[in-house]
């Protein structure tokens, strides 16, 4: 069973757009975060949840909105897509707040066109 | 905010030599973790360190929690070609303010030549 687990694992769409990505974990882990990886590969932090609250939410447009229905669920939904939106996005988990070990689910590769 | 610097960028080794890699940053950290990436996958945790100074391996893989708690190193010995990947370093302060958030270096490339 895969722990972490996105769909769709590529999404590719038009400019202007809104969509989402789903993100869920069986690992019990309380906090969950979203990731974006960039073209140069480097990874940043957008947001994390703990217990379905939201607790890190970095300088993300506010176009790009998280949704935890329960601590197992976190999603991403991203509306009037941009062309710079293009990445890969990584949902993740850890045990609590202030785990030190992420788990990585496969990423969401994103392409605006 | 806190920037990781990692080195080098990429390496081209043959097929059974030893790799080094290393991580510094501008602040310091309570907790170093090092991740390697296979192409279409997501990071996958190879090593955690938690207390400064510590020296933790993984099978062929030993990475160190400098002392000054600003720094850590990931060594690989000698090298597979399954060890191709990227590798990347990430710092946090467990507890606190920082839930959990990690800070990420840009990442070495490594190609192993059969």
């Known amino acids: 069973d895969t722990a972490v687990s996105q769909t769709p694992k590529y999404l590719v769409t038009q400019m202007g757009n809104d969509k989402s990505i789903k993100c869920e974990q069986n690992?019990?882990?309380?906090?969950m975060y979203w990731y974006k990886q960039d073209s140069k590969k480097f990874l940043k932090i957008m947001f994390s949840y703990n217990n379905k609250e939201l607790i890190i939410n970095e300088t993300v447009p506010n176009r790009f909105s998280p949704k935890s229905p329960d601590k197992a669920h976190l999603n991403l939904h991203i509306n009037s897509l941009e062309l710079g939106d293009s990445a890969v996005y990584f949902c993740?988990?850890?045990?609590?707040?202030?785990?030190?070990?992420?788990?990585f689910g496969q990423g969401t590769r994103l392409t605006v066109v | 905010g806190q920037q990781l610097n990692q080195s080098p960028q990429s390496m081209f080794i043959q097929e059974g030599e030893d790799v080094s890699m290393n991580c510094t940053s501008s602040s310091i950290f309570n907790t170093w973790l090092w991740y390697k990436q296979d192409p279409g996958e997501g990071p996958v945790l190879l090593i955690a360190l938690y207390k400064a100074g510590e020296l933790t391996s993984n099978g062929r893989l030993t990475a160190q929690f400098g002392i000054t708690r600003k720094d850590s190193f990931l060594n690989i010995s000698a090298s597979i070609p399954s060890d191709v990947g990227i590798y990347f370093c990430a710092g946090t302060n467990a507890g606190g303010t920082s839930y959990g958030k990690l800070t990420f270096g840009q990442g070495t490339i490594l190609t192993v030549h059969p």
């Open positions: 690992l019990g882990h309380d906090t």
């Open positions: 993740a988990s850890s045990l609590t707040r202030g785990a030190q070990k992420a788990f």
